[in-house]
């Protein structure tokens, strides 16, 4: 595999940060999760601006234009020849004192792997997730906005970690308030009767470029969502409920917390959404030249 470090193209073997680079040092840096549709790339423009904005939040300058960025990210693909995966893009500090100071670090890193996606077992998509309420609290929005996708991804390891000692794959994780901010790497939907709602960013969640696509989808089907806290009694009592992201698309949740979500199958709406989705996911991407 073809890795891209800095302006050139180097073996897998070869792709390598320095032990003092911040990145490593402190999880100094940001990062996107990109998906590759048939030689489409999904939603690049989003991605590349919620770059920009976790870049410009944490005082990094990217060493690329946007252009320049998304003709990199083109010439990876095409390096490894790929036609559908998942495209990693990270902006490290870069090389500093062993102090904290970010200005010590002179030259941003700008790493970008673009490989095969694995992705949730089928199984899970057809019969749905169990998930549990994680005891780990999402970081409080005022010391470090969850908005930013940053290379500190503790916080999130430590709630997934929670969930797989219960034997899941997802968990949900409160807000320092008690509302449901988001899951360890995904977004919330719920529906309640006619009703369909997702957690506000200011609860505590990553604005989802998947978040985002679907709510747009919602409105066009007919389902409109509202965004509005969500307690846990709102997600147990729920009638429907899925997650979002750019690995799992749009994948329902059948149980949360030993309580059945609706009948306990995937709800048909989820399916409709999902199908459409994917459909969306393979029209509107920006083609590799
Ligand atoms: N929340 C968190 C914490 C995430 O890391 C992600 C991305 N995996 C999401 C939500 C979903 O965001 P997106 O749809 O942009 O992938």
């Known amino acids: 595999m073809k890795v ?20 490593l040092l402190y999880g100094d840096g940001i990062f996107e999760g990109i998906r590759l549709y ?3 790339i999904f939603k690049l423009e989003e991605h590349l601006i919620r770059l920009e904005k976790s870049a410009k939040a944490i005082l990094l300058a990217i060493p690329l234009s946007r252009a320049e ?20 893009v990270l902006v490290t500090r870069g090389v500093g004192s062993l102090g904290l100071s970010h ?48 290379l ?24 320092d308030q008690g509302y449901v901010a988001e899951c360890t790497g ?17 609860a505590g969640a990553l604005k989802g470029i998947t978040r985002g696509a679907v709510l747009e989808l919602m ?20 009638d429907e409920m899925f997650l ?18 609706g009948e306990g199958v995937p709800g048909s709406r989820t399916h409709r959404l999902l199908e459409a989705f994917q459909k969306k996911a393979r029209q509107d991407g920006r083609f590799l030249r």
């Open 4 to 23: 891209y470090l800095n302006g050139s193209l180097v073996e897998e073997s070869d792709a390598k940060i320095s032990v003092f680079d911040h990145g």
């Open 244 to 261: 979002t992201g750019t690995a799992a698309e749009v994948i329902p949740v059948v149980e949360v917390d030993e309580r059945t979500i």
């Open 103 to 150: 200005t010590s670090c002179k030259q941003p890193q700008v790493v970008i792997i673009a490989d095969t996606i694995t992705l949730y077992p089928e199984e899970f998509y057809t019969e749905g997730l169990r998930i549990i309420t994680s005891p780990t609290r999402r970081i409080n929005p005022a010391a470090l906005p969850p908005m930013v996708k940053s």
């Open 219 to 238: 409105e066009e089907l007919g389902m409109p969502c509202q965004e509005r806290n969500l307690t846990r009694y709102d997600i147990w009592t729920a």
């Open 186 to 202: 995904d977004n919330v939907f719920i529906r309640a009767g006619d009703g369909w709602f997702t957690p506000p960013t200011e």
């Open 69 to 88: 960025m998304a003709e990199a990210i083109s010439e990876t693909c095409r390096a490894n020849d790929l036609v559908d995966g998942y495209i990693r």
């Open 152 to 175: 500190n991804y503790l916080n999130n390891i430590l709630a997934k970690a929670d969930a797989q000692r219960s034997g899941c794959l997802e968990a949900l994780m409160l807000n």
């Open 38 to 40: 048939q030689n489409c």
